[in-house]
């Protein structure tokens, strides 16, 4: 088994969708970035190349290619799991956690977890969100910004 770490932030912008874990969350703000700036796949999908020794996604999906300009997230992560079955692992399970002060985020996490799973061809059970504020504190706390972390397992195929 090799185990990977991820992390990523956004800042909050308004006229930009608000998207996390592959569900649009109705918020009146959204992520700044390249991509759709989902920042909860972005920490996935890092940790998933960390795990495989395979480097982070700037260097697999450069935020000056004009190929992943406003590409949804979920299809860098189908990119990074085929990345991943090259090197000859899978996902034994991934714990995501999403810094938010608002919007109240446990509504949506059911979905995170389907859009996610649904990508990686994975049971629900092997994928986990969390969410949580800081308290009002930091960036996240004055709603500049949104931060996730993620931990993954790969085991190999
Ligand atoms: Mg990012």
Do not use: W
């Amino acid at each position: 088994m090799r185990i990977g770490h991820g992390y990523d932030v956004h800042v909050l912008t308004e006229g930009r969708a608000l998207v996390l874990g592959g569900a649009e969350i109705p918020y009146h703000l959204g992520l700044l970035g390249h991509s759709d700036a989902d920042a909860a796949l972005h920490a996935l999908m890092d940790a998933m190349l960390g795990a495989a020794g395979l480097g982070d996604i700037g260097g697999h999906f450069p935020d000056s290619d004009d190929r992943f300009k406003g590409i949804s997230s979920l299809e860098l992560l189908h990119r990074t799991a085929l990345l991943v079955e090259e090197r000859g692992y899978r996902l034994g399970n991934a714990d995501i956690t999403i810094i938010a002060q608002a919007p109240k985020l446990a509504p949506y996490i059911p979905q995170m977890r389907e859009k996610t799973a649904g990508v990686l061809g994975c049971d629900v059970s092997k994928i986990n969100y969390k969410a949580t504020t800081e308290e009002k504190l930091g960036f996240t706390g004055a709603g500049q910004g949104i931060s996730a972390h993620a931990v993954v397992l790969l085991e190999e195929l």
